[in-house]
């Protein structure tokens, strides 16, 4: 059975709300972008790995975080916060989940995903 790797995509915090527009589609900018999605999914297959999964997330405006309460109150207690965190620039705004055999493969395609920003990749533990 193939190690499954996810790739966490930090940039700067988008406009999901444009790309999800008719707009976008005729962007050449948005296109391109787009593009190096596809190459990097072309990339992928081409080094004998797959594609698992993979999304674009909304703008932080659509989310947040919350610190659970306690016990039975965890829901009731719970602490909510509008992102964006206050102590960085970058989000997560999409990842892909990839299947490969070869770590070095898992290595050499966390620099191939499209970003703005940094890649985070990480081994995933399979439960069940």
């Not at 008719?22 to 593009?35: I, L, R, V, Y």
């Not at 997330?57 to 602490?79: H, I, M, S």
């Not at 960085?88 to 191939?112: C, H, N, P, Q, W």
């Amino acid at each position: 059975m193939a190690d499954m790797y996810v790739y966490l995509i930090h940039e700067p915090d988008w406009d999901s709300d444009y790309a999800a527009s008719p707009e976008a589609q005729s962007d050449p900018e948005f296109g391109a972008s787009m593009a190096a999605h596809g190459a990097f999914a072309e990339a992928v297959e081409a080094l004998g790995a797959r594609m698992v999964g993979g999304h674009a997330l909304t703008n932080t405006k659509y989310g947040g975080t919350v610190v659970p309460g306690a016990g039975d109150r965890k829901a009731d207690d719970a602490v909510y916060t509008d992102g964006p965190f206050t102590d960085t620039s970058e989000v997560i705004t999409g990842f892909y989940v990839v299947e490969t055999d070869d770590e070095g493969v898992a290595r050499k395609l966390a620099a191939l995903v499209p970003t703005g920003g940094h890649i985070e990749w990480r081994k995933v533990i399979p439960l069940g």
